[in-house]
């Protein structure tokens, strides 16, 4: 069954939702979904469009995130919702809620068992439609929420839906998703046993934090002798400069003060130069800042900061979930690039998330030639995905797909070759 729902409603609103799950949570039972009418028998896909449509399945969307097979902050409703607010401009976004029966209450209401966030786009001038998941300029991993035990039937349910749906998409691009976890295998397993037509459009690795026996030991094994010394004299000369320390945000620090600071400092670099900077747009600001602020009343937001006489000079920002973190932004002051600080901050970051008992790994979030891949020895892979939604066009176009590829390559090569003569 699909349906299409629609409440208008404000922000704050959306924010009550979210505490009043949290505090069902702390009182040993399961939020109940607003929509506890919906039968209990079969899947059932409900697509929204705006904040308002979305605000219903908050209290049924956290408790997804708690219990998914694998964490992305980037997906949870405490970041998404300030992206969907602040960074969707013209998107035409559609946010699939995927419920199924619960097997541990056959008469009781139905479970959020799937959440994907999804982008229509145009491609062809407009011939063809794509659905992708949505990845907004501040999102690093689009690997959507699926429950704990309702993988494969979450996903027999979503693709029922890409048979159906009525946006007119004929191919489904699973963009940037972890190609080493339990959502990847989940996939390649449908599409062996459908015999569904599938394309790797993109596939790279980035670095991933893993703690060794402890903070030296990792440092040893990742960095030459040659460079450490590098380093620690950079630190020293940085001394020689002023009075340096390590802070980090505390649960009664003023976030106003430290989002702030960020923001200076980012905007004072290359980024701010070039126009990238957060502080240069004002959704991007706006969104920032609002999902900072939800982060730090849950506990997620961690940050640390590389003083010099009391000022901020490397600030390094991320987030937890579950047992493990994402990175998110780093910023330097340009002005003692000659020093290093943001790389002498990550390696001082490394000796904390050494003792810290609660973070098991952490995601980089960077590029895959990121100098992180200097410090962090581990890797995961990052793929995207493409596969037809169900009739023959889109499985014919996924098809052809590494044909055109080829294609494109060898025209550039051609190009390449005759620039060279």
């Given at each position: 069954?699909?349906r299409?729902?629609?409440v208008?409603?404000?922000?704050?609103a959306?924010?009550q939702?979210i505490?009043?799950?949290?505090?069902?949570?702390?009182e040993?039972?399961?939020?109940e979904?607003?929509i506890?009418?919906?039968?209990?028998?079969?899947?059932d896909v409900?697509?929204?469009s705006?904040?308002?449509?979305?605000?219903?399945?908050?209290?049924a969307?956290e408790?997804?995130?708690?219990?998914?097979?694998?964490?992305?902050?980037?997906?949870?409703?405490?970041?998404?919702?300030?992206?969907?607010?602040?960074?969707?401009g013209?998107?035409?976004?559609?946010?699939?809620?995927?419920?199924?029966p619960?097997?541990?209450?056959?008469?009781?209401?139905?479970?959020?068992?799937?959440?994907?966030p999804?982008?229509?786009?145009s491609?062809?001038?407009?011939?063809?439609g794509?659905?992708?998941?949505?990845?907004?300029?501040?999102?690093f991993?689009?690997?959507?929420?699926?429950?704990?035990g309702?993988?494969?039937e979450c996903?027999?349910?979503?693709?029922?839906?890409l048979?159906?749906?009525?946006?007119?998409?004929?191919?489904?691009?699973?963009?940037?998703i972890g190609?080493?976890?339990?959502?990847?295998?989940?996939?390649?397993?449908?599409?062996?046993?459908?015999?569904?037509?599938?394309?790797e459009s993109?596939?790279?690795?980035r670095?991933?934090?893993?703690?060794?026996?402890?903070?030296?030991?990792?440092?040893?094994?990742?960095?030459?002798?040659?460079?450490?010394?590098?380093l620690?004299?950079?630190?020293?000369?940085?001394?020689?400069?002023?009075?340096?320390?390590?802070?980090?945000?505390?649960?009664?620090?003023?976030?106003?003060?430290?989002?702030n600071?960020?923001?200076?400092?980012?905007?004072?670099?290359?980024?701010?130069?070039a126009?990238?900077?957060?502080?240069?747009?004002?959704?991007?600001?706006?969104?920032f800042?609002e999902?900072?602020?939800?982060?730090?009343?849950?506990?997620a937001?961690?940050?640390?900061?590389?003083n010099?006489n009391?000022?901020?000079?490397?600030?390094?920002?991320?987030?937890?979930?579950g047992?493990?973190a994402?990175?998110?932004?780093t910023?330097?002051?340009?002005g003692?690039?000659?020093?290093s600080?943001?790389?002498?901050?990550?390696?001082?970051q490394?000796?904390?998330l050494?003792?810290?008992?609660?973070?098991?790994?952490?995601?980089?979030?960077?590029?895959?030639d990121s100098?992180?891949?200097?410090?962090?020895?581990?890797?995961?892979?990052?793929?995207s995905?493409?596969?037809?939604?169900?009739?023959?066009?889109?499985?014919l176009?996924?098809?052809m797909?590494?044909?055109v590829?080829?294609?494109?390559r060898k025209?550039?090569?051609?190009?390449?070759g005759?620039?060279?003569?």
């Open positions: 069954m699909v299409e729902v629609g208008e409603v404000h922000v704050a959306l924010e939702q505490k009043a799950a949290r505090s069902a949570k702390s040993h039972r399961s939020p979904p607003m506890a009418a919906r039968p209990n028998q079969k899947p409900v697509v929204a705006n904040p308002g449509q979305m605000n219903e399945h908050l209290p969307w408790s997804l995130a708690e219990s998914s097979i694998e964490p992305n902050v980037f997906y949870e409703p405490w970041m998404l919702m300030p992206a969907v607010n602040h960074l969707a013209d998107s035409e976004l559609h946010f699939v809620f995927v419920y199924l619960d097997r541990q209450r056959p008469n009781g209401p139905a479970l959020l068992c799937g959440m994907f999804l982008e229509r786009t491609r062809a001038f407009g011939a063809i794509v659905l992708s998941l949505w990845k907004h300029v501040h999102c991993l689009c690997t959507p929420l699926i429950r704990r309702y993988g494969k996903l027999d349910a979503f693709f029922d839906w048979a159906t749906e009525p946006v007119g998409a004929s191919f489904m691009e699973f963009k940037s190609g080493d976890g339990a959502f990847h295998r989940l996939l390649v397993d449908r599409f062996f046993e459908h015999g569904s037509i599938s394309f993109e596939c790279h690795s670095a991933l934090f893993r703690p060794d026996k402890d903070a030296d030991v990792f440092l040893r094994s990742a960095l030459a002798a040659s460079t450490r010394k590098e620690r004299r950079k630190l020293n000369r940085l001394a020689e400069e002023g009075r340096i320390e390590w802070s980090q945000l505390g649960a009664k620090s003023d976030l106003s003060a430290w989002i600071e960020f923001l200076q400092l980012e905007s004072g670099g290359w980024k701010g130069r126009g990238d900077a957060i502080e240069c747009d004002h959704g991007e600001r706006a969104f800042t999902m900072c602020e939800a982060a730090f009343q849950r506990g937001l961690r940050v640390m900061s590389l010099m009391g000022r901020s000079i490397a600030q390094r920002w991320y987030f937890t979930a047992e493990g994402f990175a998110f932004k910023a330097f002051d340009e003692y690039a000659r020093r600080p943001g790389v002498l901050l990550q390696v001082e490394v000796r904390q050494h003792n810290d008992a609660e973070i098991a790994w952490m995601d980089s979030c960077s590029a895959a100098h992180l891949n200097r410090i962090w020895k581990d890797r995961r892979a990052i793929e995905i493409v596969v037809g939604t169900g009739g023959r066009k889109g499985d176009l996924v098809a797909m590494p044909l590829r080829w294609l494109a025209a550039r090569f051609r190009r390449v005759s620039r060279a003569k």
